[in-house]
């Protein structure tokens, strides 16, 4: 393991550990994190350790042993290294074989694919498995030449415009993105000016950049654009349409979770008249790139994506129930000390993901909720559009 390899992408540095502990790749290599790893933006994980394990427990405790060993613990360190190194290939390896037989596996063994997105996904093969799950894989089997075509229809001026502006706004202290004009920035401008072409109905959003550079440190540049190209255009449709009707339909469905979950504070909110655009515009439309540190982050997008993409879905709502700051919410007395005390939200992965996993909430609930909230926006729309037509006719 004396060989490492810089990755740009992830900020991290990893050792390509072949069979039998030689380096080397191949379809059984490992690959292992050097400890002190850093965030998406370059700096230090938030909270150290306690901050939300980017790989499952077992090996994260097991690399946590190793990064203390002593000299006199030099053949303990050596065993629990290769143990790690095991456990870190045996999970890799049933990744591969799932990913190999991707079509029979999501159509009779779902239920097995969730949880090994619970227990977490290795680093080396997440961005194929995030390929695979939201469906991006069988857009690029049908049209392999999809990127390329896109890139040649141009955006208006000022959809490039906003594009430029917000290419040095991605995280610019990480390697990828930090020089002007440079490799990150370019795939960038490319993935954003390609899908607003393709959509000139949609353009282009702010929230979407922060989602594009998340995916493009982990993916190749065509690999982020058909992800992008299905997140936006299928699990995302209307977050970025004017009027932002589905982040309204979300966050309202967030209240009524809220209203199930813990009556006090929604009853709190709703004597100071906070709505949920307040607060969690951010959270939705970037998916908590903007909010979360990205350990979190990485555990949160692995913990629900996978239902999220079966049941085509939003995941917002149901994940943000526990980000709200419950405590501060219910000391609050004034409607902005309400709505800033929403924020931040917990931020560690050992506190966010148990609050998660508690709340009794099950599929059916959900869409019950979304029904509801659905046909309620509807009819609230449906009546202002009469209110203004009466008052143009007056």
Same mark, same amino acid.
């Given at each position: 393991m004396d060989e490492f390899l810089s990755s740009a992408r992830s900020g991290r540095r990893f050792a390509i550990v072949g069979p039998g502990g030689s380096n080397g790749f191949g379809s059984n290599s490992a690959i292992v994190v050097e400890s002190g790893?850093?965030?998406?933006?370059? $700096?230090?994980?938030?909270?150290?350790?306690?901050?939300?394990?980017?790989?499952?427990?077992?090996?994260?405790?097991?690399?946590?042993?190793?990064?203390?060993a002593t000299t006199s613990g030099a053949t303990s360190s050596s065993r629990s290294?290769?143990?790690?190194?095991?456990?870190?290939?045996?999970?890799?390896?049933?990744?591969?074989?799932?990913?190999?037989?991707?079509?029979?596996?999501?159509?009779?063994?779902?239920?097995?694919?969730r949880e090994r997105c619970r227990k977490g996904i290795p680093d080396s093969v997440r961005p194929k498995v995030w390929f695979h799950l939201c469906g991006a894989f069988y857009i690029n089997r049908d049209d392999p030449d999809l990127y390329r075509k896109c890139m040649t229809k141009v955006p208006n001026e000022r959809t490039a415009d906003e594009i430029e502006r917000d290419l040095e706004r991605q995280f610019p202290h990480h390697e990828l993105f930090m020089q002007p004009d440079g490799h990150g920035q370019q795939a960038l401008r490319r993935v954003l000016r390609a899908?607003?072409?393709?959509?000139?109905?949609?353009?282009?959003?702010?929230a979407m950049a922060p989602l594009a550079g998340a995916l493009l440190l982990h993916m190749p540049?065509?690999?982020?654009?058909?992800?992008?190209?299905?997140?936006?255009?299928?699990?995302?449709?209307?977050?970025?349409?004017p009027g932002l009707d589905a982040v309204q339909v979300d966050g309202q469905i967030l209240y009524g979770?809220?209203?199930?979950?813990?009556?006090?504070?929604?009853?709190?909110?709703?004597?100071?008249?906070?709505?949920?655009?307040?607060?969690?515009v951010d959270w939705f439309m970037c998916l908590y790139v903007r909010t979360l540190p990205?350990?979190?982050?990485?555990?949160?997008?692995?913990?629900? $994506?996978?239902?999220?993409?079966?049941?085509?879905?939003?995941? $917002?709502?149901?994940?943000?129930?526990?980000?709200?700051?419950?405590?501060?919410?219910?000391? $609050?007395?004034t409607p902005w000390?309400?709505?800033a005390a929403c924020r931040p939200p917990p931020l560690r992965a050992a506190?966010?993901?148990?609050?998660?996993?508690?709340?009794?909430?099950?599929?059916?609930?959900?869409?019950?909720?979304?029904?509801?909230?659905?046909?309620?926006?509807n009819l609230r729309k449906l009546a202002r559009q009469q209110q203004v037509q009466e008052q143009q006719e007056a």
């Open positions: 790893s850093r965030n998406s933006d370059g $700096s230090g994980c938030a909270g150290g350790g306690s901050g939300g394990p980017v790989f499952f427990k077992e090996v994260s405790s097991r690399m946590a042993n190793l990064s203390s290294r290769s143990e790690a190194v095991e456990i870190i290939r045996r999970r890799e390896k049933k990744w591969l074989d799932m990913l190999n037989n991707w079509a029979k596996v999501i159509a009779k063994d779902y239920q097995l694919v899908y607003a072409g393709a959509f000139p109905d949609v353009g282009y959003c702010q540049e065509s690999d982020t654009f058909y992800t992008v190209y299905i997140l936006f255009d299928k699990y995302m449709r209307g977050y970025f349409r979770l809220l209203k199930r979950l813990n009556q006090p504070i929604y009853k709190h909110l709703v004597k100071y008249k906070v709505e949920p655009l307040h607060f969690m990205w350990p979190t982050l990485l555990r949160v997008w692995m913990s629900t $994506s996978a239902r999220s993409f079966a049941s085509q879905s939003p995941w $917002s709502p149901p994940c943000s129930a526990p980000l709200l700051n419950a405590v501060a919410c219910a000391h $609050s007395k000390t309400a709505c506190v966010l993901l148990p609050a998660a996993l508690k709340l009794q909430l099950s599929a059916a609930d959900f869409e019950r909720e979304h029904q509801k909230q659905f046909r309620l926006f």
